[in-house]
């Protein structure tokens, strides 16, 4: 069965350096999701792709946060500098339409920042 | 903002046991899905529903989508330790250009 696969699976650094997070949808999925869970919590939409176009980045902190997918296919995730608040669950999610109906959700990256 | 409401919060039963979960809102959506996150992990798709007052089982599992579209019910009939996890509902509209809201969730425990 076809998966969303999410590297790395943890990752901890210390406040101010730079990380990133890789993503790579289900074969065929246009649509590719980039989602924050802090614990206790569902998952907050940070951006959304159509093929290599942003949809919504409206909840994404430019600042620090950045999101790309240069080809359309996988996506990576960067974070710089960290904070302290940046500790969450990082998730990606494809679904085959547009329109966020079957998301299908890969295992996640669970970033502790310290 | 579309917000959706999931009550309880937490939830722990014996085994056995039935069950019903619930998300609500004030916002009519167009499709509503289901889904179930173990710890450590990504939340995985149970069902999607997407007309009024539509009703589908899974197994054990049974879902009902409101009359208005507004909410949903989740019931677990026999609880096994094994559903066990956080069960999050998700809402998306077209009237929200199809942008997924997610619910708080509701942690379930099954005790065996």
Redesign the interface.
């Known amino acids: 069965e076809a998966e969303?696969a999410?590297s790395p699976r943890y990752k901890i650094t210390e406040k101010s350096q730079a990380v990133a997070f890789w993503c790579d949808p289900i074969s065929g999925h246009a649509t590719l999701y980039w989602y924050r869970q802090i614990l206790?919590?569902?998952?907050?939409?940070l951006v959304?792709f159509q093929d290599e176009s942003v949809?919504?980045d409206s909840q994404l902190p430019k600042d620090r946060f950045s999101a790309e997918r240069l080809k359309g296919v996988d996506s990576t995730l960067k974070i710089q500098p960290a904070e302290l608040g940046d500790s969450a669950m990082y998730?990606c999610?494809s679904s085959q339409t547009?329109?966020?109906?079957?998301?299908?959700?890969?295992?996640?990256t669970?970033l502790t920042v310290t | 903002t579309q917000l959706l409401e999931q009550s309880p919060q937490f939830l722990s039963i014996q085994e056995g046991e039935n069950l019903t979960v619930y998300c609500n809102s004030s916002s009519v959506f167009s499709s509503l899905q289901w889904y179930r996150q173990e710890p450590g992990e990504g939340p995985v798709l149970l069902v999607t529903v997407v007309t009024g007052g539509e009703v589908k089982k899974l197994k054990r599992l049974t879902f009902q989508f409101g009359d208005a579209r507004k909410d949903s019910s989740l019931h677990i009939t026999a609880a096994q330790p094994g559903d066990t996890g956080l069960y999050l509902c998700a809402g998306s509209s077209w009237t929200n250009a199809g942008k997924s809201t997610f619910g708080d969730g509701t942690t379930l425990t099954v005790k065996p």
């Open positions: 969303v999410q206790g919590q569902g998952p907050e939409l959304q949809v919504d998730l999610a547009p329109g966020g109906y079957e998301q299908y959700f890969g295992p996640g669970r």
